[in-house]
């Protein structure tokens, strides 16, 4: 690595590292509650803003991370969860198991929504991977594959919207649009150690994702079993996303944007790449919170928030021609 690329890394794990600690000690410190008693205040610290804390850090870290490993992956430099629809596919059984659930079975709704979602996102994966080998790897089959599986879902849901009730349409329109606030202690020990271990598969593939630069031929030649490690990626990539879902709704853009972002400071190596991913979407995420918290007398979608934010960069990326296909 040359000093210049160096002192990029540097300056980026110090900004989102600085990032991070604002996050974490803006939404800890941001009470509204100067007057209340020391317990009421402990109980909201421990039970409401240190579970959205590890919610913004898991949920960004898993979309960015898998976003820049798609990216690799699928030869695609709009291959965001998101964009190619494996979000809509975890979306859509997200909803069903949201709106159709019965009533018994709801106490067993936090272990559920994280095996459905994978299963919707490896589902949504499975289909846009075949069509994309079928197809020899166009990137454009890619998009229309994410296109057809995202227009699809959407149907199915409004399907769903015209046979519930309206408490379970205001919650699953309100889910649909991104919260970092559905969350809690037993949420999260379900959904944490799939996104860690999910995160740190994608960090242990690192080495091999920079050889698929090349090519795929020349990727084979140097060792890499290119048809296992797609499969890999894109498995680890539906359980990482899934989850994330599962426990914050769909967020749009994060995966899309923090990975190119990072490569126009720092390159294209996978192994700063990716750790720096996971870091600076947590960051993202960590700040988005905290203007939340900051904004008490409303709640605002996680989703509104990054579109508002990443679709005039992403404009601006594609207006300057950092973004190809």
């Known amino acids: 690595m040359t000093g210049t690329k160096r002192t990029a890394v540097t300056l980026v794990v110090i900004t989102v590292l600085l990032s991070l600690v604002i996050g974490v000690v803006g939404i800890v410190s941001v009470t509204g509650l100067s007057d209340t008693a020391a317990e009421l205040k402990q109980h909201i610290i421990v039970q409401l803003q240190i579970p959205l804390v590890f919610t913004a850090c898991l949920v960004g870290a898993a979309l960015s991370t898998s976003g820049a490993t798609l990216q690799v992956v699928l030869r695609n430099p709009l291959a965001d969860p998101g964009i190619i629809g494996i979000t809509s596919g975890a979306s859509l059984v997200a909803a069903l198991l949201l709106l159709l659930t019965p009533q018994w079975a709801t106490a067993y709704l936090h272990y559920l929504l994280p095996l459905g979602c994978f299963i919707g996102a490896l589902l949504s994966t499975f289909i846009i991977y075949r069509l994309a080998r079928k197809l020899l790897g166009s990137s454009t089959a890619v998009i229309l594959a994410g296109i057809a599986i995202s227009t699809l879902s959407g149907a199915v849901i409004a399907w769903l919207y015209m046979f519930s009730d309206a408490n379970a349409l205001r919650n699953l329109t309100f889910w649909l649009m991104g919260s970092l606030y559905q969350t809690n202690w037993l949420i999260l020990s379900v959904g944490g150690p799939l996104i860690a271990v999910a995160v740190a598969l994608q960090l242990y593939f690192a080495g ?44 749009a853009f994060v995966g899309l944007l923090v990975p190119h972002i990072l490569r126009l400071i720092i390159g294209h190596n996978n192994r700063y790449l990716l750790p720096l991913s996971a870091l600076s979407g947590a960051s993202l995420l960590m700040l988005v919170a905290l203007s939340s918290e900051m904004t008490r007398a409303i709640t605002l979608p996680v989703s509104m ?11 601006w990326a594609l207006a300057k021609g950092q973004i190809k296909g």
């Open 305 to 315: 928030v990054t579109a508002t934010l990443g679709g005039p960069l992403l404009i």
């Open 208 to 251: 091999d994702l920079n050889k698929l630069y090349a090519g795929e031929l020349a990727a084979k030649s140097s060792g890499v079993d290119v048809e296992k490690l797609t499969e890999r990626a894109l498995i680890v990539c539906a359980i990482a996303v899934g989850t994330a879902v599962s426990m914050a709704g769909s967020i």
